[in-house]
């Protein structure tokens, strides 16, 4: 008889969501989130390191060590840079990470100086509809066709440059969290925020439990995720198999929902890992989790930087469902719950193969098997046999001689 998974405790879940949203944390700026979660890794008694930069390599002891397993979710998200001072004060924005000027329209943000903390709005160039009147409608949506306006008395560049601010000073925005009593959770953020509280909530409930994983797991929370580095220099254990943590985009052509934990097969990089991606699949059916399969077209994890960065891995994809990705984002407490618990089996199970204990493999004996072989050539396409083909070439070149 299977055991039964431990359960998340989302109030605990929700509170250190909350907690994070509050702290900004745009690639580049994360060092306060860093300390947060360190902070919540000591009080479940996990150890830590933490890498120059501030990427977080815990480890969960297993019965054994090896083959181990990683899991990732990133601190870091999307923001801005100041790009430019223009002649009227206003700042001119780059944006960090890849999302539209859209979504920053109308955002209040912080511009944080070398000194402290300047308050101000985004506004599109042609902002009130009492000065340009349709025009405003007219405008092109683009990073170039909107500046930050700063909550200080500035008219001129050199008015702005007194109240300290230089190129290069990070913009964060805000979250505007509300989380409804119907489950529903909106904020800005939430990439990869929710994830990160998923997963501390799985890591409670498994420490909580006793129950001791079959091999180690070193959960990694790392900070350059949204401009692509991610986990590419995160690995120095002998991983065999990493999970990335991560949102699931809820659209049209989408197959992922906001009341559910999605099992990602693929995104800009290619296919996810054939085994690993169905062990979870398996774990979800198996522990009553609601599961959905999707594929991101338009979509960088921390997996796949790990497997561009050189590491022989396999790679999956877990993503909690959210509806406007990058924008002003919406997921549900039932997506998070899934995650958080799909997380917990993930973390009690064996490894998919105890041969990846060994990076390098002499024999196909233990090698993989996707679909048995005559499983696998069971199809409607057939080849002519091989020799039909070499006696035929034997057979023409006798008469050309």
């Not at 100041?82 to 920053?104: H, K, T």
Request: with cysteine; proline share 5%.
């Amino acid at each position: 008889m299977t055991a039964k998974l431990p359960e998340p405790d989302l109030n605990y879940l929700q509170r250190v969501l909350l907690e994070m949203l509050a702290i900004p944390s745009p690639t580049g700026f994360t060092d306060t989130i860093v300390r947060y979660v360190a902070e919540r890794l000591q009080e479940l008694g996990i150890p830590f390191e933490l890498t120059r930069r501030g990427t977080i390599r815990a480890t969960l002891k297993g019965r054994r060590d090896s083959p181990d397993r990683a899991i990732a979710a990133h601190l870091d998200t999307i923001g801005a840079s100041v790009r430019e001072i223009q002649d009227n004060g206003r700042l001119g924005l780059s944006p960090v990470g890849c999302w539209s000027s859209r979504f920053a329209e109308g955002s209040r943000v912080s511009v944080f100086t070398d000194t402290g903390v300047v308050r101000g709005s985004v506004l599109p160039l042609l902002a009130s509809g009492h000065a340009f009147n349709t025009a405003v409608d007219e405008m092109p949506i683009s990073w170039n066709h909107v500046e930050l306006r700063l909550d200080g008395c500035t008219a001129s560049r050199a008015d702005t440059l007194a109240l300290g601010i230089n190129v290069g000073d990070f913009v964060a925005f805000d979250p505007m969290p509300e989380f409804t009593d119907s489950g529903y959770i909106s904020s800005r953020h939430l990439d990869d925020k929710a994830g990160v509280a998923a997963l501390l909530a799985s890591l409670k409930a498994v420490v909580e439990s006793s129950r001791e994983p079959p091999i180690d797991c070193h959960p990694l929370f790392t900070i350059t995720e949204e401009t692509g580095s991610g986990a590419a220099g995160a690995l120095p254990w002998d991983v065999s198999e990493f999970v990335g943590i991560d949102i699931a985009p809820t659209a049209k052509g989408q197959e992922s929902s906001e009341h559910a934990v999605t099992v990602a097969m693929q995104d800009s990089g290619g296919p996810y890992d054939f085994h690993l991606s169905r062990h979870l699949l398996k774990l979800a059916e198996g522990n009553d989790v609601p599961v959905r399969r999707d594929l991101f077209r338009y979509y960088h994890s921390d997996a796949q930087s790990a497997i561009a960065a050189g590491h022989d891995i396999r790679t999956a994809l877990l993503a909690f469902g959210c509806d406007a990705t990058h924008g002003y984002e919406r997921t549900h407490i039932d997506s998070l719950a899934a995650m958080s618990r799909l997380i917990s089996a993930y973390l009690l199970s064996p490894p998919v193969f105890t041969s990846d204990a060994h990076a390098g493999q002499d024999s196909l004996e233990n090698f993989s098997h996707q679909l048995e072989h005559v499983t696998q050539m069971e199809n409607d396409t057939r080849v002519p046999a091989v020799d039909s083909i070499f006696d035929k070439q034997t057979d023409d070149s006798s008469d050309r001689s």
